[in-house]
Protein backbone atom coordinates (compact mmCIF):
# COMPACT_ATOMS: atom_id res chain seq x y z
CA UNK A 1 0.00 0.00 0.00
CA UNK A 2 0.99 3.40 -0.86
CA UNK A 3 1.86 5.61 2.40
CA UNK A 4 0.26 8.60 0.56
CA UNK A 5 -3.08 6.00 0.09
CA UNK A 6 -3.70 5.64 3.99
CA UNK A 7 -6.73 6.56 5.89
CA UNK A 8 -8.16 5.71 9.31
CA UNK A 9 -9.19 2.75 9.84
CA UNK A 10 -12.66 2.88 11.08
CA UNK A 11 -13.87 6.56 10.34
CA UNK A 12 -16.89 6.55 12.28
CA UNK A 13 -14.61 5.26 15.33
CA UNK A 14 -15.65 7.24 18.32
CA UNK A 15 -14.02 8.39 21.69
CA UNK A 16 -15.30 5.18 23.17
CA UNK A 17 -15.22 2.14 21.32
CA UNK A 18 -17.34 -0.50 20.42
CA UNK A 19 -16.88 -3.95 21.21
CA UNK A 20 -17.32 -4.42 17.24
CA UNK A 21 -14.27 -1.27 16.68
CA UNK A 22 -12.26 -2.96 19.27
CA UNK A 23 -12.74 -6.37 17.25
CA UNK A 24 -11.98 -4.73 14.01
CA UNK A 25 -8.87 -3.37 15.33
CA UNK A 26 -7.54 -6.03 16.33
CA UNK A 27 -8.35 -8.34 13.37
CA UNK A 28 -5.95 -5.89 11.76
CA UNK A 29 -3.43 -5.94 14.21
CA UNK A 30 -3.57 -9.55 14.41
CA UNK A 31 -2.98 -9.72 10.68
CA UNK A 32 -0.47 -7.39 10.90
CA UNK A 33 1.53 -9.12 13.23
CA UNK A 34 0.61 -12.36 15.10
CA UNK A 35 -1.08 -14.41 11.81
CA UNK A 36 1.57 -13.34 9.13
CA UNK A 37 5.69 -13.50 10.02
CA UNK A 38 6.82 -10.43 9.22
CA UNK A 39 10.83 -9.42 9.40
CA UNK A 40 12.76 -6.29 8.64
CA UNK A 41 16.64 -7.29 7.39
CA UNK A 42 16.43 -10.26 8.82
CA UNK A 43 15.04 -9.70 12.11
CA UNK A 44 11.38 -11.26 13.03
CA UNK A 45 9.03 -8.51 14.02
CA UNK A 46 8.03 -9.77 17.02
CA UNK A 47 5.05 -7.79 19.62
CA UNK A 48 4.27 -8.44 23.11
CA UNK A 49 1.21 -10.90 23.36
CA UNK A 50 0.95 -11.28 27.09
CA UNK A 51 -2.59 -10.01 28.33
CA UNK A 52 -2.82 -6.38 29.39
CA UNK A 53 -3.20 -5.56 32.35
CA UNK A 54 -5.17 -1.85 31.70
CA UNK A 55 -9.02 -1.96 33.02
CA UNK A 56 -11.12 -3.04 30.02
CA UNK A 57 -8.63 -4.64 27.96
CA UNK A 58 -7.49 -7.58 29.29
CA UNK A 59 -8.42 -9.53 26.62
CA UNK A 60 -6.22 -8.32 24.12
CA UNK A 61 -2.56 -8.28 23.84
CA UNK A 62 0.13 -5.58 26.01
CA UNK A 63 1.34 -4.05 22.41
CA UNK A 64 -1.96 -4.08 20.88
CA UNK A 65 -3.34 -2.26 23.96
CA UNK A 66 -0.28 -0.05 23.90
CA UNK A 67 -0.74 0.54 20.08
CA UNK A 68 -4.43 2.18 20.83
CA UNK A 69 -4.39 3.70 23.79
CA UNK A 70 -2.44 6.63 25.56
CA UNK A 71 -0.65 7.15 28.94
CA UNK A 72 -2.51 10.04 31.16
CA UNK A 73 -2.14 10.23 34.54
CA UNK A 74 -0.71 6.88 35.25
CA UNK A 75 -2.97 4.39 32.96
CA UNK A 76 -3.54 4.33 29.59
CA UNK A 77 -6.72 5.12 28.00
CA UNK A 78 -7.81 5.12 24.85
CA UNK A 79 -6.92 7.35 21.81
CA UNK A 80 -9.10 7.39 18.77
CA UNK A 81 -6.37 8.92 17.09
CA UNK A 82 -3.58 6.20 17.65
CA UNK A 83 -6.61 3.46 17.42
CA UNK A 84 -7.72 4.80 13.77
CA UNK A 85 -4.41 4.02 12.38
CA UNK A 86 -3.37 0.59 13.89
CA UNK A 87 -2.96 -0.45 10.08
CA UNK A 88 -0.18 2.02 8.96
CA UNK A 89 2.36 0.46 11.08
CA UNK A 90 3.45 -2.46 8.57
CA UNK A 91 2.92 -0.06 5.80
CA UNK A 92 5.15 2.41 7.19
CA UNK A 93 8.06 -0.21 8.02
CA UNK A 94 7.39 -1.67 4.07
CA UNK A 95 8.19 1.76 3.20
CA UNK A 96 11.14 2.56 5.19
CA UNK A 97 13.45 3.13 2.45
CA UNK A 98 11.51 5.75 0.77
CA UNK A 99 12.43 9.60 1.20
CA UNK A 100 9.27 9.92 2.62
CA UNK A 101 9.48 8.00 6.07
CA UNK A 102 12.86 9.35 7.90
CA UNK A 103 14.48 6.66 10.19
CA UNK A 104 17.17 7.71 12.53
CA UNK A 105 18.19 5.69 16.12
CA UNK A 106 18.19 6.94 19.13
CA UNK A 107 19.87 6.73 22.57
CA UNK A 108 17.17 6.56 25.25
CA UNK A 109 17.72 7.52 29.02
CA UNK A 110 17.92 3.45 29.83
CA UNK A 111 20.67 3.40 27.63
CA UNK A 112 19.03 1.12 24.93
CA UNK A 113 19.08 2.34 21.00
CA UNK A 114 15.80 2.67 19.33
CA UNK A 115 15.04 2.78 15.50
CA UNK A 116 12.76 5.79 14.82
CA UNK A 117 11.00 5.66 11.42
CA UNK A 118 8.01 9.19 11.26
CA UNK A 119 5.65 9.33 8.53
CA UNK A 120 6.36 13.05 8.62
CA UNK A 121 3.58 14.06 6.40
CA UNK A 122 1.12 11.69 8.07
CA UNK A 123 2.54 13.03 11.47
CA UNK A 124 2.76 8.89 12.03
CA UNK A 125 5.90 7.63 14.30
CA UNK A 126 6.60 3.90 14.84
CA UNK A 127 9.01 2.98 17.38
CA UNK A 128 11.29 -0.42 17.04
CA UNK A 129 13.87 -2.01 19.37
CA UNK A 130 16.21 -4.66 18.37
CA UNK A 131 16.25 -7.15 21.14
CA UNK A 132 18.03 -10.09 19.12
CA UNK A 133 17.44 -11.95 17.51
CA UNK A 134 13.95 -10.00 17.19
CA UNK A 135 13.06 -6.74 16.39
CA UNK A 136 10.20 -5.66 18.87
CA UNK A 137 7.63 -3.30 18.37
CA UNK A 138 7.92 -0.69 21.32
CA UNK A 139 5.10 2.23 19.84
CA UNK A 140 3.30 3.34 17.10
CA UNK A 141 1.41 6.41 17.05
CA UNK A 142 -0.07 9.92 15.81
CA UNK A 143 1.52 12.31 16.85
CA UNK A 144 -1.11 15.22 17.24
CA UNK A 145 0.28 18.85 18.25
CA UNK A 146 2.84 21.39 17.41
CA UNK A 147 4.98 20.45 20.86
CA UNK A 148 5.33 16.73 19.93
CA UNK A 149 6.43 17.43 16.70
CA UNK A 150 9.10 20.09 17.91
CA UNK A 151 9.66 17.00 20.53
CA UNK A 152 10.18 14.64 17.91
CA UNK A 153 12.57 17.12 15.26
CA UNK A 154 14.96 17.31 18.33
CA UNK A 155 15.27 13.57 18.79
CA UNK A 156 15.64 13.45 15.09
CA UNK A 157 18.41 16.49 14.94
CA UNK A 158 20.34 14.53 18.29
CA UNK A 159 20.47 11.19 16.82
CA UNK A 160 22.62 8.81 16.37
CA UNK A 161 22.30 8.20 12.28
CA UNK A 162 21.07 5.26 10.49
Known sequence: ????????????????????????????FKQDFVITNYSIDGF?????????????????????????TRGKK??????RKRANKIHWIKVILENRHTEDILCFQYKEGNGSI???????EGDYLVIMEKITP???IISGFHIDDERNRKYYQKRLDNCVKK
Open 74 to 79: GKRVFD
Open 134 to 136: NYI
Open 44 to 68: DVKIDLADSKEDGFENYPHTFVKLI
Open 1 to 28: MDLFDLDDLIPSLGIDPTDEHLEELYET
Open 114 to 120: RDYFWFK
